[in-house]
């Protein structure tokens, strides 16, 4: 099965047509989905999200000044399922970007930026009879961050702000769901994270 959709506004082209100043926004997205059962225990599946976007103002002060700010972003993610007689186990991927930009008249790289991730996730569920079942899972995910701000001062332009930075988490979990006598239902468990940002290592167990 498979679907695909698209939509874009035209809202910003009556604006300039009403008036000769002011906001105009507009923007243009499409989604798209494909599932695909390999057997009648196996499925394979993948999504893609992506659109743009543009803002314009000229309701400034001087009429000759102009804001124009863009932005863009893109999402994919492809899945994995298997199914079987004791358990489930389920794998994912995903890869996204995102990036704008802002310009005024007298200033072309008034903000730039852009962002990157890379993740992935598989979960397992396995089941050993009717009253306990065992669930493990884990991720990564890489991202990555940079940021450009510039500013007319003193009759130039200066750059006061130009970073960037990346960094990965990782995680991983397992619980056990216990029905005891058909009347109470325990689930203990426990999860670890790392972040290369901040170095730390958590843990978070729970019943």
């Known amino acids: 099965s498979w679907l695909m959709s698209a939509r874009k506004s035209y809202v910003d082209l009556l604006v300039k047509r009403l008036r000769d100043e002011g906001i105009a926004f507009s923007?243009?997205?499409?989604?798209s989905k494909a599932v695909y059962d390999v057997t009648d225990r196996q499925r394979v599946d993948f999504t893609i999200i992506a659109g743009r976007s543009r803002l314009e103002d000229t309701d400034r002060d001087?009429?000759?000044d102009r804001f124009v700010g863009r932005n863009q972003a893109a999402i994919a993610v492809a899945g994995w399922r298997l199914t079987g007689s004791r358990g489930l186990?389920?794998?994912?991927?995903?890869g996204g970007v995102s990036e704008f930009r802002n310009d005024e008249t007298d200033n072309p790289t008034f903000d730039e930026g852009a962002e990157r991730q890379l993740a992935a996730r598989i979960d397992g569920t396995v089941v050993f009879g009717p009253d306990l079942q065992i669930e493990i899972g884990?991720?990564?995910e890489r991202a990555r961050e940079t940021r450009r701000r510039d500013r007319v001062i003193g009759g130039g332009v200066r750059t006061i702000n130009d970073y960037s930075g990346e960094a990965t988490r990782t995680g991983a979990y397992a619980l056990v769901r216990a029905d005891v006598f058909n009347r109470l239902l325990v689930v203990?468990?426990?999860r670890v994270d790392h972040s290369t940002l901040t170095g730390e290592t958590t843990g978070s167990p729970w019943l």
């Open 188 to 190: 203990p468990g426990a």
């Open 27 to 31: 923007f243009t997205d499409t989604q």
């Open 89 to 94: 186990v389920t794998a994912r991927m995903l």
């Open 62 to 64: 001087d009429r000759s």
């Open 138 to 140: 884990g991720e990564t």
